[in-house]
């Protein structure tokens, strides 16, 4: 240590030598030097350091993004304009618009060194995170970690750099449910390939496709004939990088000649479905038929290399755009043949202020649901958006990118026929906006009332007075368990509307003597309330005749209302045929409930990025004539 204590006085202070004794002292003596009034932490210098390595902070999307470097506002729009591009292909070709429910990275941020040195020398000091890489995303802090370089230094610019671990950064936050190593997906290096190919082939996406990039094809072009299969590429693990090339452009040829593949990996990927994911890629990995086609697929790369590009992002000056009004954008987005319905409303105003518009697409008749036809139309039918829009003198439409939610078929009446519909989404840039400050409750209520399903949308601050919430006890209530979330003071009111006696039972074990009540029969008809005066999850069962049914959890907490605001809203099914089985209905009840997320998210992402609706009663069923039903059933949102 007495070494060490000397060396503080040998180097300048805060120079990379100097802090790797302070690293010392505090990590192997507690920091404590060899003089004995002398402590020297790693904890005393770090925000001293942050401030010098990162004197600029530049806020995006409302707060969305935070980048801390040394980089200028000019020198950092093309990178955020790079992986506005990125997510829109993403969105496209995972069909996900809201993020996982309760992912905690709403906000992102971006720690974006000046130069290579600065990053080796200090990166391990103020994270403990190790620099044998171009970058790195932790998805635990949602931050990521790169620096600018020269082309000496590495054969990726920052661009492509920011790209790939901006991927790593979405694919947390929308596709797989739980921290990257914490779930079970993670498990055995299943996901390495996958998320190392899938970062590598989103790195290049562009406004209409994702593109081949060049510099992966020459270096496949380098290998010869050591190619890697793709039971080789499937099995990679972290040691080398060889297989980023080779994962990247294995996606690169699903998305080209296989989307249904690529689709099916997404789906499982996002339901978690371990089992089913694994089994694909075993299918995969013997067909050798499927490996030609890859082969085949880089050989056609590698002779028109010469062709190819890399990452690049093209956009308007935003010191010079047309219009900083999205109902002019919205004027234009009605005169293109598929967004004659379009909607548009202000989506940022922060640095770079930006529109969203949303509408509904359908698709052709078929004679059956083909999910990857129906894909591939949408696709190109964004395109068409996107390309009518620009045919136009607003020079907006030149950054503006599209997506669509989730794909689903409806039956043509009086036909055999289907036909697809999804919800589209676009947004793009605007002229510095002046948003006229509107109360949170009233912008929410626009929003909601602004879209398919949300137009009769009740909204209101939780606050304002404590609420009744009705149970309505039915046949279906039986069968389907449901929580509801309430604020502390709340009422719920249990109705019985079964045909016969019900039985209400407590939980004891799951109760505060505050909330326990006794168990008791209710008649057809007959209601039992109860106020929620103490924090908890509670649960209760039901029974008829003596046959337990599915229970309810009651979860009261107290709630931050400084600006949170709750909708109430009422979906309907069409009506059917009393015949139809029941979960036809409640397939439909569940989609429109994806629907309402993600047209209300997709309005402005940045506002609400904590966000969710939930069920919050059973559905009833309505009698419609002789032969025919519908089911309604009431949800709850929740923008904190």
Known sequence: IDIITSSLDMYPRLSSRYLDSVWVVDYYNDCQTAREDERICRADFQAELEEQLFPNTHVFDDGSIIVRTPLSLEQLQPLYHAVKEVQAQFNRISETIIPIHNDP????????????????????????????????????????????????????????????????????????????????????????????????????????????????????????????????????????????????????????????????????????????????????????????????????????????TDPSTEFPDVNALDTDDPLQIQEVMRTTRLAHTADCSLAATNVNSRFSCRGRLSGSLRDEADFTAAWSEYDANLNEIRAESLDTDLNNFQAMLCRTGPIKFLDRQDSDQVYPVADYFCEGPLDQANLEVVDHVERVTGDFQSTR????????????????????????????????????????????????????????????????????????????????????????????????????????????????????VTFSTIARRKSIDQDVFNTDLQNDLISLQNQVYASNPNFYREFSCEFDAPSRTVERGEDQIYLTRNVQCTIS
Request: proline share 3%.
């Open 105 to 308: 990275n709403g906000v992102l941020t971006m720690v974006v060194y000046g130069t290579r040195s600065d990053y080796e020398d200090y990166q391990t000091f103020l994270y403990g995170l190790g620099t044998s890489n171009g970058g790195i995303y932790i998805e635990q802090d949602g931050t990521f970690y790169t620096y600018e370089r020269t082309p000496r230094e590495s054969i990726y610019t920052l661009e492509e750099l920011l790209r790939h671990e901006y991927s790593h950064y979405i694919v947390g936050r929308y596709l797989i449910d739980g921290f990257w190593g914490q779930v079970p997906i993670y498990d055995n290096h299943r996901m390495t390939w996958f998320n190392e190919g899938f970062a590598e082939f989103l790195a290049w996406s562009s406004p209409e496709t994702v593109h081949a990039r060049r510099t992966l094809v020459q270096r496949i072009q380098r290998d010869g004939n050591e190619r890697m299969s793709i039971d080789e590429i499937t099995s990679a693990t972290y040691g080398d990088f060889t297989f980023y090339r080779y994962a990247g452009s294995f996606f690169h040829f699903l998305y080209t000649h296989d989307i249904k593949t690529l689709r099916k990996l997404m789906q499982l990927a996002h339901t978690s479905d371990v089992d089913g994911f694994d089994l694909l890629i075993r299918q995969m990995r013997s067909d050798q038929a499927m490996n030609r086609l890859f082969q085949s697929h880089l050989d056609d790369l590698i002779e028109n290399v010469h062709e190819l």
């Open 453 to 568: 399903l949300g137009a009769r949308a009740v909204c209101y601050r939780p606050e304002d007075s404590p609420r009744e919430h009705t149970v309505s006890l039915t046949e279906e209530s039986l069968v389907s368990s449901v929580t509801i979330r309430i604020n502390t003071g709340d009422t719920v009111i249990w109705r019985n509307d079964h045909a016969q006696n019900i039985l209400k039972v407590r939980r004891p074990e799951a109760l505060g003597e505050a909330e326990n009540f006794a168990s008791g029969n209710l008649a057809p008809g007959q209601d039992f309330s109860h106020i929620f005066r103490n924090t908890g999850r509670f649960q209760y069962d039901y029974r008829v005749n003596g046959i337990p049914g599915a229970g309810y959890v009651i979860v009261a907490e107290p709630i931050d209302y400084e600006n949170q605001v709750r909708c109430d």
